[in-house]
């Protein structure tokens, strides 16, 4: 494994897909192989069902969804949940070929072997669930308004173009050349709300309207994980490092779409 320091790499943990099999690495987006399993198929199984239920209970079509790959203690402060992604209420196909109702879960991963690029990848709620550290869900529902919006653009050929592969676990949403998961959700709501699928229109409106989390790493371990690892990048800052987090859009939907709420999901005692 190569060498980072402690809080980078565990940072580093951001955008890791669960039981997927389409990222494998050390890094942040990488799939549940080589992770610690902490919890059971069983527990993964009812606790996804219960996050499924609790979107659906809201009436949401579409929703963000975020996991928590490290415990708190663990990451930066100002950082709980470690990886978002859409969630969608669509028509599943089962391995039996039965089509039932359920969300599907719109991600971007980073790609086997190549921890500083990315993919979009289609996976479930047990597979999002699959390689936790702590089962808690964040949960973020946008207002009718923008959910409609949202479905109109995901899976769109404009949804992907505002994907940009670079990846960099410390992605900047201000500037273009890297990204991050949160980046790229913060980028498609912000498509949705403005209608527009212009990257440098909507890079304009985030650095007026969006406030970014702090990295709170000490400057000179950042500058050795980019020197030591591909994931991590330090060329689109300019200043103190800054990253989208899961309570940062949050923070901005409350302020700025009307009618949406965020929640947390715990598993049962």
């Excluded at 565990?10 to 399993?37: N, R, T, Y």
Aim: hydrophobic share 40%; proline share 6%.
């Amino acid at each position: 494994m190569t060498w980072l320091p402690r809080t980078l790499l565990l940072l580093c943990l951001a955008c890791a897909p669960a039981l997927s099999a389409h990222a494998v690495g050390f890094s942040g987006s990488s799939s549940s192989a080589g992770e610690a399993i902490h919890f059971t198929p069983e527990q993964i199984i009812k606790f996804a069902k219960k996050v499924e239920k609790a979107i659906a209970a809201k009436g949401a079509r579409v929703a963000i969804l975020a996991r928590m790959g490290r415990p708190p203690a663990e990451l930066p402060n100002g950082m709980h949940f470690t990886h978002v992604a859409f969630a969608v209420y669509s028509e599943i196909t089962t391995r039996d070929g039965r089509k039932v109702p359920g969300y599907a879960i719109h991600n971007l991963y980073q790609e086997d072997g190549r921890p500083d690029v990315s993919s979009l990848v289609q996976d479930f709620p047990v597979d999002f669930f699959g390689g936790v550290a702590v089962l808690e869900a964040g949960i973020l529902i946008p207002s009718p308004e923008l959910q409609q919006r949202l479905l109109g653009l995901i899976g769109t050929p404009g949804y992907n173009s505002l994907h940009d592969p670079r990846y960099s676990v410390i992605a900047n949403p201000y500037t273009l050349g890297r990204q991050n998961c949160t980046e790229f959700v913060l980028d498609v709501v912000n498509a949705s709300i403005y209608q527009t699928d212009d990257i440098g229109k909507i890079k304009g409106i985030e650095k007026r309207y969006f406030t970014a989390q702090k990295v709170n790493v000490n400057p000179f371990k950042l500058m050795l994980g980019s020197m030591f690892s591909n994931e991590v990048s330090l060329s689109d800052h300019d200043g103190d490092p800054a990253t989208a987090t899961f309570e940062t859009i949050s923070d901005y939907l409350a302020k700025y779409d009307q009618g949406s709420e965020s929640f947390a999901v715990l598993p049962d005692q």
